[in-house]
């Protein structure tokens, strides 16, 4: 194990998922490449890998960007099984967009099987303050009801942007680490997992 | 070597022949001559590819299968890495009943590559001869590729893995359907070994025919042998080279035709370069002419690049031609730029042509130079101007003014001259406010490099000495014409030489010059003007406000040095007596101050109050007492002229026991102005009114308008009412109780009367009637004109008649019985009566006369006592009259 690392930095694998047109690409691509593009082209599914560093460690971060469109959905499911972690993305301008984000919950837990997989609730285009739709308040009740983390972004200002991916690498690597122990020894694993949820939150 | 190309990101990540990728990475490439290689799957694909940036790359997949790196190689990095995968695959069929993960353009899928790629050649039958709909749940690539590295499942591999293909393609299939698949392969592999016999077997009949054919070819071949020889083809050759040779022949001609065409369009165009040469030094004279100095400068420009090297003579002669006009262009530019008046966009325009024209002048600068000297020029002119006028003017008003006297002249009079310096002042105002914005706007763009001209070190301060000049000119021109007292003496003479009109005209037209400055004044605070100059403009603001302030409460005064009285007493209101005259003098002052307030005392932009300048205090509190002392001097005036008695002697002072009463009510009816004494009683009681009234009514008006309290002049004011107050008061007894006193002595001795007869008394004497009655008099006079004086008048008339009686008594040298009984009697009824309006003095004077008596017997105060009751009966309405309210 120690020798991989050494070799080849952790990799984790990040997949944006969200509606169609409430910035997914837009935040992969200001976080790959500083950029912030206008025009709106729908994706079909990027992928992304570079090479960053968290807390001193040299890590691979690899991002899906997903299909936001419905006419992808029946094909989530594959992508969704090799994730580690998810951005779950909605545009605060927009109602219907967060509240599609129940859905895209529910289909990552039946996927993954697990209700402690890394994952973030980002309420994005926080720059557009005046045409907001949902409010900090109901955004962050939901996020606390999944016992998730909340945070607004804004793709075009790079508000938040590393932010939220940082911080999902974060939940992934402590949770990998997590694994490993309850591997190891499987004993204690059921104390172990309570603990670490609260440290996670 | 720069660092090698990587690419990190692909959109999308999978996809069939003909997906549009877009590829981004790092250190893509420079330029698109920098990308030399793209390989997308190991399929060359630099063909498609599109450079956008050095972190983007679009290019278009080609035929691949499979999951592989996108390898993009450039001149200045070398071959690259890949971070990401792409994912090849064939679509067999699109329908409505397939789902598919990418957007399948459809259009490229029938039109990629030829015949060879056509859909149906992607749609791989199923070699167990299986109908395989899309297995529901796929196992992943990655993980077949752990099961079998190195392997595929393409069948045409030669890396094919049966396993592979099993598990991708027929995971769900049952056993059954497996085995019948695997029958159906070993029959189309036995069919294939028997393939080639059974294939000649079938199209027998077609190859005999192609046999038949081949041979009879061979045959008239042969017989075509001996009439073209062996070699046929000789002729053609030599036909061919032929039409080659006329062809060359034909196209020779045409291609030397076209050589020479070209030379002469070669010559045409130097013909006509050089004919703008010659033809310029006109050209340009004309666009002078016209007005087109842009062509202008376009052509020298032009003709400077071509021409500029030249060492032809006849080139440069042409060139000093033109170099000739252009000089004569700028000098003229030149003048026209300094040419008053000019708008500032046309002096930027011509700076503009003088600097494309590289002229020597420092055009900007003269501009503001010109500007400037402008502005100086133009004040000169309108002061000259206004000096010209005024000499005959000031001739014809001099004659005029004789006629009015300083103090008959009323303000109302129609002024149809406008003095001088009104208009100077004002043309002069107006002038700086249109002149001056240009200077500054043009200084500006000067200084902000809009003219694209060098700014020479040193400028800068000799621009704000222009500026600081105008503004110091302007201010003194105003100073001079309005308040010239505030120049020293040299200045004076310079700038002050038009004769300020009078007061009462000033004070007419300084409001409005007020205003004209001020507007002046607001403009420069627009233009930003630093503060150096503003606080300039502001002092002389400052002192002109002053000055219209002072000029106006002068004019005020003056105005009340002119009222009059006439003698109409208001009756109406808590103060009787009243005349208008104290409500004129309030009136005065009150609109005095609502024009002070609204023109001066109101505060403009940048400009300080008044009230706060120390200045303006002391000159207000000046001018203030000068109001209140000439109004005091009104009232002073009025009660010592006693110019119109002369048509009124007549009347009559106090009704006299001896000789005839004199034209006893001969009131001057032809005139409304009452006697003497009334006017004495009305300015006494103005004199209250103003006092104790007006004054407070003052105070409370300055309060509202906002003006000091200016304290001591209304106190000083309060005293010297006072002190005339008791003058007139003094005058007014003088002319009362003198000839009421006068009486009392040579009507007690009438009919030889003397205390030491013995008449016996029966009624008190006749002078003590009289007495009373010219008492009674006074008192109604009194009440006529003012009820409040009464206490004030009365008691000091009836202290006289008490000293004068005891005066008398004292001096009767010898009493008899009857005489002191009489006297007694006498002295007593005048007490009575006039107790009402005894002062302690009076009643003192009283007693020392009845002590001067000799005292009386029983009998004889009975006498007295009797005397008086039958006084008091007979004479009840006198003693009515008498008695306090």
């Not at chain 2, 003048?335 to 046309?346: A, K, S």
């Not at chain 2, 040193?458 to 503004?471: A, P, W």
């Not at chain 2, 002072?653 to 009510?665: C, E, F, M, W």
Request: charged share 25%.
């Amino acid at each position: 194990m120690a020798k991989k690392t050494t070799v080849q930095p952790a990799l984790h694998k990040v997949i944006m998922v969200g509606s169609g047109g409430v910035g997914k690409s837009a935040l992969t691509l200001q976080f790959m490449y500083d950029e912030f593009v206008e025009d709106y082209e729908p994706t079909k599914a990027d992928s992304y890998r570079k090479k960053i560093l968290l807390d001193g460690e040299e890590v691979q971060i690899d991002i899906l960007d997903t299909a936001g469109q419905e006419d992808y959905a029946a094909i989530r499911d594959n992508y969704f099984r090799s994730g580690e972690g998810f951005l779950c993305i909605f545009s605060i301008t927009e109602d219907e967009s967060f509240q599609a984000t129940q859905e895209f919950r529910e289909q990552i837990l039946r996927v993954k099987n697990d209700d402690q997989i890394p994952f973030l609730l980002v309420g994005n285009k926080c720059d557009l303050e005046e045409k907001r739709k949902v409010t900090l308040q109901e955004a962050q009740d939901r996020a606390n009801k999944w016992g998730v983390p909340y945070v607004e972004t804004s793709a075009k200002t790079r508000e938040h942007v590393d932010k939220v991916f940082y911080d999902l690498m974060r939940e992934i690597r402590a949770r990998k680490k997590e694994e490993n122990k309850t591997s190891n020894g499987r004993g204690k694993d059921k104390n172990k997992k309570k603990k670490l949820k609260c440290i996670i939150l | 070597m720069g660092p090698p190309p990587i690419v990190t990101g692909l959109s999308p990540n999978e996809g069939p022949p003909g997906t549009r990728i877009k590829i981004r990475g790092e250190n893509l490439g420079k330029s698109p001559q920098d990308l030399v290689g793209l390989t997308i799957c190991g399929v060359d694909s630099l063909l498609t590819a599109e450079w956008k940036s050095e972190n983007k790359i679009i290019a278009i997949s080609g035929p691949i299968k499979g999951k592989g790196d996108i390898i993009v190689t450039t001149r200045s990095g070398g071959v690259g890495s890949c971070n990401v995968t792409f994912k090849g695959y064939h679509i067999a069929t699109i329908g409505p009943m397939k789902e598919s993960a990418v957007w399948v353009e459809e259009t490229e899928l029938f039109t990629w590559g030829r015949h060879s790629l056509s859909p149906s050649s992607y749609q791989q039958e199923d070699p167990l001869g299986l109908s395989v709909e899309d297995a529901e749940k796929k196992i992943p690539e990655d993980d077949l590729l752990q099961f079998y590295p190195t392997r595929n499942g393409d069948i045409t591999s030669n890396d094919f893995s049966a396993g592979w293909f099993l598990l991708e393609n027929h995971q769900t299939t049952s056993f059954n359907d497996l085995h019948a698949g695997l029958v159906h392969l070993r029959r189309k592999v036995q069919g294939q070994k028997e393939g080639q016999l059974s294939f000649l077997k079938a199209n027998i009949g077609a190859v005999m025919d192609q046999i038949d054919t081949l041979v009879n070819l061979k045959d008239r071949y042969e017989a075509d042998l001996p009439k073209l020889g062996h070699e046929p083809t000789l002729k053609l050759e030599k036909a061919i080279k032929e039409s080659e040779h006329e062809a060359r022949k034909l196209f020779d001609e045409v291609l030397n035709r076209k050589d020479r065409a070209e030379k002469t369009r070669n010559a045409l165009n130097v013909l006509t370069r050089f004919r703008f040469l010659f033809c310029l030094p006109c050209v340009i004279d004309r666009n002078i002419k016209k007005g087109d100095y842009d062509i202008v400068i376009n052509d020298y420009i032009r003709v400077k690049n071509l021409f500029h090297k030249t060492d032809i003579p006849i080139f440069k002669a042409a060139l000093n031609e033109i170099e000739k006009r252009i000089t004569d262009l700028q000098t003229k530019l030149h003048q026209d730029l300094q040419n008053m008046p000019i708008t500032v966009e046309q002096q930027k325009r011509l700076i503009r042509y003088l600097v494309n024209l590289e002229s020597p002048f420092d055009a900007a600068w003269d501009a503001i130079k010109a500007r400037s000297e402008y502005i100086s020029k133009k004040f000169g002119l309108i002061h000259n101007y206004h000096k010209s006028l005024e000499k005959p003017d000031s001739k014809s008003k001099s004659g005029s003014a004789s006629k009015y006297s300083k103090y008959n002249k009323s303000p109302n009079t129609e002024i149809t001259i406008i003095p001088a310096c009104v208009n100077f002042t004002d043309e002069i105002c107006l002038s700086i406010t249109e002149t001056f914005p240009d200077l500054w706007k043009i200084g500006q763009s000067y200084f902000s490099g809009e003219l694209q001209v060098k700014i020479e070190a040193g400028r800068q301060t000799e621009y704000k000495h222009m500026v600081m000049n105008v503004i110091e000119t302007y201010c003194k021109y105003v100073r001079g014409s309005l308040i010239p007292n505030t120049l020293d003496k040299t200045e004076r003479a310079q700038y002050g030489t038009l004769t300020l009109p009078e007061r009462d005209e000033m004070a007419l037209y300084l409001p409005e010059l007020l205003h004209s400055v001020r507007s002046a004044y607001s403009t420069f605070i627009k233009l930003d003007l630093p503060s150096e100059a503003l606080d300039l403009v502001n002092l002389v603001l400052l002192d002109l406000r002053i000055h219209c302030m002072s000029i106006m409460f002068q004019q005020t005064t003056e105005q009340i040095k002119q009222l009059t009285e006439n003698w109409k007493i208001n009756y109406t209101g808590k103060f009787t007596g009243v005349t208008e005259l104290p409500l004129k003098f309030l009136n005065l002052i009150e609109d005095m101050m609502k024009a002070v307030k609204e023109s001066v005392l109101s505060i403009e932009q940048r400009e300080i109050s008044l009230l706060e300048n120390q200045m303006a205090q002391k000159e207000m509190e000046k001018q203030m007492n000068n109001m209140l002392i000439a109004f005091h001097n009104v009232l002073n005036n009025l009660s010592s002229s006693e110019d119109y008695d002369e048509c009124e002697n007549g009347t009559p002072v106090v009704s006299q026991l001896i000789g005839t009463p004199v034209s006893s009510h001969k009131t001057s009816s032809k005139s409304n102005i009452p006697i003497w004494e009334h006017r004495l009683l009305i300015i006494l009681s103005n004199c209250l009114f103003t006092k104790i009234t007006v004054l407070d009514m003052l105070v409370t008006k300055f309060k509202e308008n906002g003006f000091p309290p200016l304290q001591t002049s209304l106190s000083s004011a309060k005293i010297k009412l006072e002190q005339l107050e008791k003058s007139i008061l003094d005058k007014y007894l003088e002319q009362k109780s003198d000839p009421l006193v006068g009486t009392i002595e040579p009507s007690m001795y009438l009919g030889r009367f003397d205390w030491h007869l013995s008449i016996p008394p029966n009624d008190i004497r006749p002078y003590v009637k009289e007495c009373i009655n010219n008492l009674i008099n006074v008192h109604s006079e009194i009440i006529h004109i003012s009820p409040t004086l009464l206490n004030a008048v009365l008691p000091q008339v009836v202290e006289t008649v008490a000293e004068e009686l005891y005066r008398l008594m004292s001096c009767a040298q010898r009493f008899s019985r009857e005489g002191a009984v009489q006297a007694r009697a006498d002295i007593i009824a005048l007490q009575e009566f006039l107790e009402g309006y005894s002062t302690e003095k009076a009643q003192h004077y009283f007693k020392e006369a009845i002590e001067v008596v000799p005292p009386l017997d029983r009998t004889d105060e009975i006498i007295v006592e009797d005397i008086l009751r039958q006084c008091r009966a007979r004479m009840k309405i006198q003693v009515m009259c008498l008695r306090k309210a």
